[in-house]
């Protein structure tokens, strides 16, 4: 099987019923569409709530944008000073090399710059001159390859970019933001994974998983390759109604990357995306999840919750707060829960 890039394929493949494709069509024809063998064959088609096709396949409520929703959510564009290059907090930029992916995320947060009807990769003299930012800019510390998916260009490619990194003094770490060992992991090579390792400068991998399910033996052995290269792999999931909204979902998601040495790092609140609000859920569910995972997980199973503050204003935790800071009398007094909801002073009274 293809990829799938059709209503037509969608239907013809049974991940999509022909009754819908004339309303799917239109959001195809809004944005774009790619769902792979790999996860198409995790979906069962019997599920109308299938939590992989929820992802992947349109639905005819992303052209039902909400007032809130934006074009370009987490303000990126305020941040660009050349083109390929978002650099919002002082120690690191984005350095986006394609607009293409392996799949297309009906959430993606950047979904009106993503697809393959944008310019797909960044021309030489506009790498060349994001390059030359980076370069001119000494308090860069850390560079995120990100995009698109900066795994989908060839080994060569990639290894051009890290070639060009590490001969930066000042940039001391590269991490890659990726969806593909999830989505084509026969894409993780040996060859790739070289080009991914720089001399002297650790690279990062963060993935990007949102069920369990996710993690099928194939994707399993792509992340096992990198890791066997000593290339370290966090992950980063979305928060996503109807896919893992649920402390069941989302604590076999968080202990099935730890078995496969993969960090749970950032567990994102929704953006808000345009036609992107069915599959958002409200901070108070998240903080609800948070709490449930907290204790009844091990710690190397807990993200932090996050949101991207809408505008270019950077990312803040979400919390849960355990803690409340009393002033009494001149002194200060804390107030601490415990993970079974339980309230107690720190420091404890005497005797
Ligand atoms: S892989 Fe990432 S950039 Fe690409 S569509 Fe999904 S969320 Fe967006």
Redesign the pocket.
């Known amino acids: 099987m293809p990829t799938l890039r059709t209503t037509a394929q969608l239907c013809d493949h049974g991940l999509a019923p022909p009754e819908r494709r004339a309303a799917l069509e239109a959001v195809a024809a809004r944005y774009a569409v790619a769902l792979s063998p790999t996860l198409a064959a995790l979906i069962d088609r019997h599920d109308p709530r299938d939590p992989i096709a929820r992802q992947f396949v349109p639905n005819a409520a992303e052209l039902d944008p909400k007032p809130e929703e934006r074009v370009d959510p987490i303000g990126d564009g305020a941040h660009s000073p050349v083109d390929g290059i978002v650099h919002r907090y002082p120690d690191r930029v984005l350095l986006k090399l394609t607009h293409v ?1 392996a ?3 009906r959430f ?4 009106e710059m ?1 697809g393959p009807d944008k310019p797909n990769a960044l021309a030489p003299a506009a790498l060349a001159a994001a390059l030359d930012y980076i370069r001119s800019r000494s308090e860069i510390w850390e560079v995120i390859l990100t ?3 900066p795994l989908v260009l060839s080994a060569p490619r990639l290894r051009a970019v890290m070639q060009n990194l590490a001969a930066i003094e000042h940039v001391k770490v590269v991490r890659i933001h990726t ?1 593909v060992p999830i989505a084509d992991p026969a894409r993780i090579t040996d060859d790739l994974v070289r080009a991914m390792k720089i001399k002297g400068k650790p690279t990062y991998v963060a993935v ?1 998983v949102n069920h369990a399910r996710e993690l099928a033996p194939k994707s399993r052995v792509a992340c096992a390759r990198i890791a066997d290269a000593g290339i370290p792999l966090l992950a980063q999931s979305v928060l996503l109604a109807g896919v893992n909204d649920t402390p069941e979902a989302l604590g076999e998601l968080m202990r099935a990357l730890v078995e496969c040495r993969i960090k749970p790092y950032y567990l994102h609140h929704g953006d808000l995306a345009p036609g992107t609000a069915h599959l958002r859920t409200d901070i108070a569910a998240g903080q609800d999840l948070m709490r449930a995972l907290r204790g009844r997980l091990s710690g190397l199973c807990q993200p932090t919750y996050m949101l991207d503050i809408p505008g270019g204003h950077g990312k803040s935790p979400l919390g849960p707060n355990y803690i409340e800071r009393n002033r009494a009398n001149g002194g200060e007094q804390v107030v601490i829960e415990d993970f079974n909801g339980r309230q107690h002073h720190y420091p404890p009274s005497a005797g």
């Open positions: 992916c799949v297309y995320c993606c947060f950047r979904r993503v995009g698109g998916d969806r990007h």
